[in-house]
């Protein structure tokens, strides 16, 4: 592949002049990451067993064979920890945007069609929840149709936007040649979405978080408590909120059925959202809705500087 040059100016202090919709100072993104059944596993024809992101910090690929217990730590998570994430969202009349894996989306109807009752985005995280570093070109691009094709079969409509996670070094350009996505959340370089030109047309990231991220339950110096959450989740909304009385910013969220499902990790996330809700200059949106925003407020410029 092509050099791909890095981008370390970004927008240099200079950030667009705008307010999000309703005047609000910050637009804040829940994103909840559906890999339930998608994850490394025999049965799925995997040579080993899942070791990412669960209750077992540091547990070792079993090859060849099944780990009885990371399976039920992800089964945890569709059995009982979605449907308290989705319950609390309905109860607030909160959207979400879900980072869906199409291979868990075919194990589980039942959260698909609440997903869709409830009018939350489905954006595809993949076909397959692996890493895809020395995954080949082709191999990844036909992964990415299948998992298209998987979604509009199921959900009646194909993704508009697109995060593997675990990127290879051809995900972006596949995701921009593909031709059919709004957005693109493989990326964590800033606080504003941007304008990409990875190949000749102009593509949109939106980028995501790691640090707002339920995903240090499960990771060393991370949370332990769900204090831990959510001061961490109010200490970042109150920085970017002041900076958005000047210039907007953009919150994003990090959530995972299996983990923050958890009744003791729960309540981190309820108080945040009970803090949030008492400011009304705040835009709570789905992913998509903040690519449609950001297309018809800044639609791309040759001479944009903010590009990579």
Known sequence: MGKIERDFIGYSNNYPKFRWPNNSKIAIQFV??????????VLNGDQDSESFLSEIIGALPYKDARHMSMESIYEYGSRAGVWRLLNLFKNYELPITV???ANALKTNQKFCDQ???D??????????????HGVSEDIERSHMQEAIEIQKSIC????????????????????AEEGGFLYDSDDYSDDLP??????????????????????????????????????????????????GK??????????????????????????????????????????????????????????????K
């Open 156 to 175: 009646g409509y194909r993704p508009l936007g697109w995060y593997t996670g675990r990127t290879s070094e051809n995900t972006r350009k596949l995701v």
């Open 119 to 132: 009018n939350h985005e489905i954006c595809s995280h993949g076909l397959k929840w692996i890493n895809y």
């Open 32 to 41: 909840l990451n559906y890999e339930e059944g998608a994850e490394n596993c």
């Open 115 to 117: 997903i869709l009752k």
């Open 246 to 307: 000047t210039s907007p910013k953009m919150m994003s969220i990090g959530l995972h059925c299996r983990l923050i499902g958890r009744p003791g990790r729960f309540q981190g996330l309820k108080k945040f959202i009970d803090y949030i809700l008492g400011f009304d200059d705040i835009w709570i949106a789905k992913r998509v809705d903040i690519a449609k925003f950001w297309i018809n407020s800044f639609p791309y410029k040759l001479d944009f500087k903010n590009e």
């Open 194 to 243: 941007f304008w990409s030109k990875i190949i000749n047309k102009p593509h949109l990231i939106i980028p995501y978080t790691l640090d707002a991220n339920d995903m240090r339950f499960a990771t060393n110096q991370g949370f332990n408590t769900s204090d831990h959450f959510y001061n961490y989740l109010v200490d970042s909304f109150n920085t970017l909120y002041e900076e």
């Open 99 to 101: 980072f869906a894996v």
